[in-house]
């Protein structure tokens, strides 16, 4: 292990007291492990970014000129499969849940670190079989891998990507099971379940759907690969096999991995939005419990993927009804929020404009969802841009949305640095007006009939197509942006010398260092206090400070 | 709560818990070594969740196969070796008894009887991996292994001497009945090609190679694991050490109880439920 390098005036924190690369990838800390996933699956957005922006370019024109129809196969496999497997899964949960959950309930660190590292090779591992696959010679199955596509029809290297996402579906687990155990036991003295704030909530109702549905597509991407290789027909009906129960078994996480995705955006939703406007979160109980609601009902409405390929209708009459359920803990959520800004005092810095971006997006995506889950416009609309938009409306609008406030709301704290405000309300307001422009256009399009997947399309529907892609080039612009200032704010930017910037609430404000120290606390706090208590401005920290007799060395201490 | 009564339960028992401390048995995020055996414990069983539903979806669609291909499943079926399969079973069976010793054996202290147990499991994982070696030898050299030179006739075959295939011609093709003959008369209860037999008994030995093999592996895992853990408890043995901590031991045994009732499960489904 490295020697301690840090030879400064001020005091050492978790990002400079130890600098060789060793210690970056051999550590335990989770704040570290955090980072680490930041940076690969920052990596992965920009590579899924390149392939959008190939598939908007191609879609520029109605004729298929840009890329054969093959290539572009490849190139929405690509898009898909790195944005959803190497970026959303990931996203919030690995990088702000490993960051923040020990820091919001009080603890050192989250239960099992070991596997926490565990789980970021085990994610790297994966990654580098599905970028591997990719880069020879692509697949072209579509990010589900639907069979019998995948596994009679597909040429590439399929098995590999199946691997890799095999690999990383493990590492959202091992993040899933230590999450659950760190909220049950790690939650420092005072810190009850009702006074968590409410993105340990989400990071809670998230883990369980990772710990319960991740093994289900686990297995069933392994049956795939066992289908391929020995020529078994579990899925090939020309082999005796049936592809819709593929496609039951991969819904059956796929839909739960939406939530997986948009959970914690809502969780950083409640943070940002109480933060700025200085008010407790409106129907606390009630935010908490809808985010249960949403990951225990989310297991029971996969069939709607299937409502226009052979599934059973009355089964179809139940999925249906159960979808709609979702959207009740969806509304107390979106409600609860408005109720919140309502009568608060509003700051509009850039995480709250993602916030309230966030909002509104959410709002469309989810009410789109309603026009899906209904059978019979379901029928009209399925396969076709309408479901492109929508769920690009909840997972790009939504989670990336609530990921992008998390990056700004927590970057002084992750980093110590401030990015710089204008730029940061320049790219929001750029990321909003371009998402819009990319996809409302889609639903129209979806509406009029335009199917997915294919790369050329008649003439009629290229002035909604050229806007779209015209949008494309702001979202992209308004990502890149982030990406230039806020690497430049590492170096540049202004140090944050106050713990609470913001002004927040939670445990992780009121750490006594602006950026955490290697071992978090200098002393277990007691809480006193609920969450979002922001009716005592002149006592700010809410928790008793509790003499720490010894720092023990662990292994990385 | 009072600020008081919180102060208790806060406790650092880094500070109380000398021996503890030297040995790096409480993990640096814990504060007492209650907190650190709960959180082992909750995560095993989380994790023994997850391999429940790893395993379910693949009884899931196994369930369904065979319930569409019931004939050709049961013919198939016959294939496998119920004496090998209950010796099989049996041995798992001692070896989660050894190892629930082997747990009360670390919760004592007693490294050597520990080390004792944990060694017997380990035999036993070795006898169930090594009849699973002949079991899977003969189904090679049957041709039933759903590789390249897969072949149903040994299935085709003994069916048709217990009287529950028949190979009719129709038009001048070929076509196996499958059914059961009882006083010498043999009732057809469906007909297939000899392609579908094939694709359909080739189905049963993937699910088969599938399953038992995703449980053998875990058998593997589970002797590396106990292996490490014979050595650590000699270790102890020889050290005389006061105090170990038992947690490894627990939550391996958790595993492998595990380990046992999926084969518990996949017995009667794969080597009984047909006779």
């Known amino acids: 292990m490295a020697t301690a390098t840090y030879t400064g005036t001020e005091k050492p924190n978790y990002l400079n007291w130890k600098t060789s690369v060793a210690s970056w990838l051999l550590t335990y800390d989770h704040k570290r492990i955090a980072i680490l996933y930041l940076v690969s699956i920052s990596v992965f957005f920009l590579m899924g970014g390149l392939a959008a922006a190939l598939i908007r370019m191609e879609l520029a024109t109605p004729r298929g000129d840009l890329l054969t129809s093959d290539i572009y196969n490849k190139m929405f496999t690509t898009h898909g499969v790195i944005m959803i497997f190497l970026f959303l899964i990931p996203s919030i949960p690995a990088v702000f849940g490993n960051f923040l959950l020990p820091l919001m309930i009080g603890a050192r660190d989250v239960a099992f670190p070991r596997l926490n590292l565990l789980s970021w090779y085990f994610f790297m591992a994966g990654a580098l079989m599905v970028l591997i696959a990719l880069f020879r010679g692509g697949i072209d199955t579509g990010w589900t891998f639907y069979t019998p596509y995948s596994s009679s029809f597909a040429k590439g290297e399929v098995s590999l990507a199946i691997v890799g996402v095999f690999l990383a579906g493990f590492a959202s687990i091992f993040t899933g099971i230590n999450f659950l155990v760190t909220i049950h036991k790690m939650r420092a003295p005072g810190m009850t379940w009702f006074r968590l704030p409410l993105f340990v909530w989400a990071m809670y109702a998230t883990s369980l759907i990772q710990v319960l549905g991740t093994p289900v597509v686990a297995i069933t991407l392994l049956l795939v690969a066992v289908e ?237 197509n050229v806007l779209s892609t015209a949008g494309s080039s702001v979202l992209g612009l308004g990502y890149l942006l982030p990406v230039i200032y806020l690497t430049w704010s590492l170096k540049y930017g202004k140090v944050v010398t106050e713990r609470n910037p913001w002004g927040a609430r939670g445990l992780e404000w009121e750490l006594v260092d602006p950026v955490p120290d290697p071992h978090n606390f200098e002393r277990t706090p007691i809480v006193t206090r609920p969450a979002y208590d922001y009716g005592h401005p002149e006592e700010p920290t809410g928790f008793v400070p509790k003499p720490r007799p010894v720092v023990v060395g662990g292994k990385d201490g | ?174 076509f196996y009945e499958l059914g059961k003959t009882r006083d010498g008369q043999f009732t057809a209860f469906t007909k297939v090609t000899p392609e579908e037999f094939e694709q359909r008994t080739r189905l049963f030995f993937g699910f088969y190679f599938v399953m038992t093999g995703l449980h053998g592996l875990h058998v593997l895992i589970g002797m590396i694991i106990i292996g490490v853990l014979i050595g650590r408890a000699w270790i102890d043995h020889l050290k005389n050490k006061p105090i170990a901590d038992f947690m490894p031991v627990e939550m391996t045994g958790l595993y492998w109880h595990l380990v046992d009732i999926v084969w518990i499960f996949l017995f009667p489904l794969l080597y009984l439920i047909g006779r």
Not at chain 1, 258 to 278: D, N, Q, T
Not at chain 1, 417 to 428: D, F, H, T, V
């Open chain 2, 1 to 174: 709560m009072s600020v008081k009564e919180l102060e208790k339960t806060a406790t650092l028992e880094h500070a109380t818990d000398g021996h503890h401390h030297g040995d790096g048995i409480l993990g640096e995020q814990f504060e007492t070594m209650e907190q650190q055996n709960t959180s082992y414990l909750i995560g095993m069983w989380a994790f023994i969740v997850q391999e429940v539903l790893f395993f379910g979806a693949i009884f899931a669609a196994y369930a369904i196969y065979r319930f569409k291909y019931v004939m050709e499943f049961t013919l198939a079926h016959h294939e496998l070796s119920v004496p090998i399969g209950t010796l099989n079973t049996f041995v798992l069976l001692f070896s989660s008894y050894t190892m629930a010793r082997a747990v009360r054996a670390a919760m004592q202290n007693r490294h050597k009887r520990q080390a004792f147990y944990l060694f017997l499991t380990f035999i036993f994982a070795g006898v169930f991996m090594v009849n699973k070696y002949f079991e899977y030898s003969a189904k090679f050299e049957h041709h039933l292994f759903p590789g390249g030179d897969y072949d149903a006739h040994s299935v085709v075959h003994h069916a048709q001497e217990k009287g529950e295939l028949r190979v009719v011609e129709e038009n001048g093709r070929e």
């Open chain 1, 228 to 464: 391929r290789t020995f020529r078994i027909g579990i899925f090939d009906p020309n082999l005796g096999g049936d592809p819709i129960l593929y496609q039951h078994l991969f819904w059956f996480y796929s839909h739960p991995a939406v939530y997986i995705m948009i959970l914690p955006a809502m969780g950083v939703i409640s943070e940002v939005i109480s933060a700025f406007s200085k008010r407790r979160v409106f129907g606390y109980h009630f935010v908490a419990f809808s985010s249960l609601a949403i990951a225990i009902i989310g297991f029971l409405v996969w069939g709607h993927h299937m409502f226009s390929t052979g599934q059973s209708m009355y089964a179809g009459i139940v999925f249906s009804f159960l979808t709609w359920i979702v959207a009740i803990p969806s509304a107390i959520k979106t409600f609860n929020w408005m109720a919140t800004i309502w009568k608060g005092r509003v700051h509009w810095d850039t995480p709250m404009l993602y916030a309230l971006g966030f909002m509104g997006l959410f709002v469309i995506g989810g009410l789109t969802g309603l026009h899906l889950a209904a059978m019979a416009t379901n029928v009209h609309l399925t396969d076709t841009y309408f479901i492109v938009a929508h769920f690009h409306y909840v997972m790009v609008g939504g989670a990336i949305m609530g990921y992008l406030a998390a990056l700004h709301f927590w970057w002084p704290k992750m980093t110590g640095r401030m990015y710089p405000e204008g730029w940061g309300k320049l790219a929001a307001m750029l990321v909003f007006v371009g998402f819009n422009l990319t996809f409302f256009p889609q639903f129209i399009l979806g509406y009029m009939g335009m199917p997915r997947r294919y790369h050329s399309y008649p003439e009629e529907w290229a002035v909604l």
